[in-house]
């Protein structure tokens, strides 16, 4: 099982994530794009990284924003590999972005 990290390690570790928020039992983020395409292209990307990391986030789709949260429900929280999946996918949307 994995562990879930402490309030503070979770704090700690949003320090070097842009734009993620803190909520309790999950971590969340909403990025914006340039329209319908583009969003439906995140996602996608976004489903193929977690599949690639066998970590599944929740996703809110709407028509130029993409909301992710994560958590690791077996640690009832945020472990290690929320924090990995948040920065493997900032690092994939920054990318995507740019374009």
Avoid at 37 to 59: G, R, Y
Avoid at 72 to 79: F, V
Wanted: a negative charge.
């Amino acid at each position: 099982m994995v562990r879930k990290l402490s309030e503070e390690e979770v704090k700690r570790e949003l320090e070097n994530l842009e734009g993620w928020e803190f909520c309790k039992d999950y971590i969340q983020k909403e990025f914006s794009t340039k329209n319908w395409k583009t969003t439906i292209f995140v996602v996608n990307a976004i489903a193929s990284l977690a599949e690639a990391q066998w970590h599944h986030p929740d996703l809110e789709v709407s028509f130029k924003k993409v909301k992710v949260k994560l958590t690791t429900h077996e640690a009832g929280g945020i472990t290690e590999r929320d924090i990995k999946l948040a920065k493997s996918i900032d690092e994939l949307v920054k990318e995507i972005l740019k374009h």
